[in-house]
């Protein structure tokens, strides 16, 4: 669990932090990954199965908005 918290937190660091400079507007896929990575840190097991979130509100800003035809 520890080694996977570090590792998102690089992962944060290098999407955040270097990919910045080169930002082009928002992109869907950047929506998609940010949302299987929250399932993916929220899963927990079951009695019988996994358990992950299923219901997401996505929110963007009105400049991201009309940029990116979601």
Do not use: W, Y
């Amino acid at each position: 669990m520890v080694l996977k918290r570090f590792e998102r937190a690089l992962e944060r660091i290098f999407e955040d932090g270097i990919a910045r400079p080169f930002r082009s507007g928002l992109q869907p896929i950047e929506i998609g990954k940010r949302i299987t990575r929250e399932m993916d840190d929220k899963r927990t097991v079951g009695t019988e199965r996994l358990i992950a979130p299923n219901h997401f509100l996505v929110t963007v800003s009105a400049e991201d908005r009309a940029v990116c035809a979601l």
